[in-house]
């Protein structure tokens, strides 16, 4: 089993940066990759970013949030950050992250592990 716990979350204006964290902690060697996903009032979960790091590193992200956001490992602490730049009102909604082994996926159906999600609101 693996444990992931989200932080960071928070209400901003738009324009804003805020920086979500995604700690993991159990068999975190069982998975080599992690995205964030969101999900807003009344919509389906939607993918945001991912990230893995077995042999060479490599990222990808949503094109809603392409060139705003990066995401990153630090090693060390077992964690995963989401930095979020240039926040926009739609960018409001739960952020989740997840984690898998055999690399990244943008489909939700394939992550194994998910934390209990973490608020962002932007205000206009």
């Known amino acids: 089993q693996v444990q992931l716990v989200e932080s960071g979350g928070g209400l901003v204006q738009a324009g804003a940066s805020l920086r979500l964290s995604c700690a993991a902690s159990?068999?975190?060697?069982?998975?080599?990759?992690m995205g964030w996903f969101r999900q807003a009032p009344g919509k389906e979960r939607e993918f945001v970013a991912a990230i893995r790091w077995s042999g060479v590193i490599s990222t990808t992200y949503a094109d809603s949030v392409r060139g705003r956001f990066t995401i990153s490992r630090e090693i060390a602490k077992n964690t995963v950050y989401l930095q979020m730049n240039s926040l926009k009102p739609e960018d409001t909604a739960v952020y989740y992250c997840?984690?898998?082994?055999?690399?990244?996926?943008?489909?939700?159906?394939?992550?194994?592990?998910w934390g209990q999600g973490t608020q962002v609101t932007v205000s206009s």
């Open positions: 159990g068999r975190t060697f069982s998975t080599n990759a």
């Open positions: 997840a984690t898998k082994d055999g690399g990244w996926s943008v489909r939700t159906s394939e992550y194994a592990y």
